[in-house]
């Protein structure tokens, strides 16, 4: 795949952050000095384990790439309506 096709691919793609990661990070933003946030989130994930690892745990997708589906009040021209008339 070149350059062009691969930019084309991703072109409308947006990140998706998890809920839960959301919440946290937002929590953390609003409660911790910014210039301490990286070591504070650091310093969490490193004691997550000691701290909640009697808990069953589950996989987290923390941030995805995803295409937005087509809506039909879109403006670009590649986007046709399955409407019929």
Request: some cysteine.
């Amino acid at each position: 795949m070149d350059v062009i096709a691969i930019r084309d691919y991703y072109l409308g793609m947006e990140l998706v952050l998890d809920d839960d990661v959301k919440a946290v990070a937002e929590f953390m933003q609003g409660s911790i000095s910014a210039h301490r946030l990286v070591a504070v989130a650091t310093g969490v994930a490193q004691l997550a384990s000691l701290l909640w690892g009697q808990y069953q745990s589950e996989n987290v997708e923390v941030l995805r790439l995803v295409r937005p589906a087509p809506t039909t009040s879109s403006c670009d021209p590649r986007i046709q309506s399955s409407a019929s008339v």
